[in-house]
């Protein structure tokens, strides 16, 4: 019963937010992001602390990731968000290279 009840809460919770827009903590560090990173094909932003800004989840696609492991490609994102991760609990972060015209079809 008392995980029924949990389930319908969190689904109720996520299905809120996917009708919210975009906070404020969340446009800011995606403006950051797109200076930082000007060739990125993909730069997502979310509030996953239920809307206060303290925990964010960041996926970035992006031409300056090419060639660096992905270590460097977090401290890449660390490095441009720094005075905003100051201020957060946690940050989880999902990075990725943009792939080639040619290996999107391999």
């Not at 299905?15 to 404020?24: F, I, N, Q, S």
């Not at 239920?50 to 977090?74: D, L, P, S």
Request: neutral net charge; glycine residues 6%.
């Amino acid at each position: 019963m008392l995980r029924s009840i949990t389930r319908q809460v969190l689904v109720s919770v996520v299905r809120h937010r996917w009708y919210c827009t975009a906070t404020d903590g969340e446009q800011r560090i995606a403006n950051i992001l797109k200076v930082k990173f000007p060739r990125a094909t993909e730069i997502s932003v979310n509030d996953i602390s239920g809307g206060c800004g303290a925990m964010y989840e960041v996926n970035i696609v992006a031409e300056e990731f090419q060639g660096k492991r992905t270590v460097m490609q977090h401290r890449m994102v660390n490095e441009a968000l720094a005075e905003e991760v100051k201020q957060m609990h946690g940050i989880r972060i999902n990075t990725q290279p943009t792939q080639a015209e040619g290996e999107a079809d391999s």
